[in-house]
């Protein structure tokens, strides 16, 4: 009886598990190549650079950002890995 009980705990947390890495994306960030160093400084920079990012670069996304491990503002293009958006 124990023993069955445990097969059945095992295999729903394998299942859950599962299910949660199968949903999983990764929300990919990437600094700019293409747009001018000083586009997130203008009033319009966020506009900018994600014009940037789409017609240039082709990401779905662009937004000035200031991400961790980094100390300027910066223009970053992103999309998660199966290609729809993600926030900053």
Known sequence: MHSKLRVVYVL???FIL???YATTTYCEKVRSKTA???VCKKSNGNALCKKTCWT???YV???CLIL??????DCYCYHYDNGSACRA
């Not at 961790?68 to 503002?73: I, R, S, Y």
Request: glycine residues 10%; charged residues 30%.
């Open 36 to 38: 001018p160093r000083d």
């Open 18 to 20: 599962f299910i949660g």
């Open 68 to 73: 961790p491990k980094t100390t300027n503002l």
């Open 12 to 14: 729903l947390i394998l």
């Open 61 to 63: 996304n662009g937004k």
């Open 56 to 58: 240039i670069e082709k």
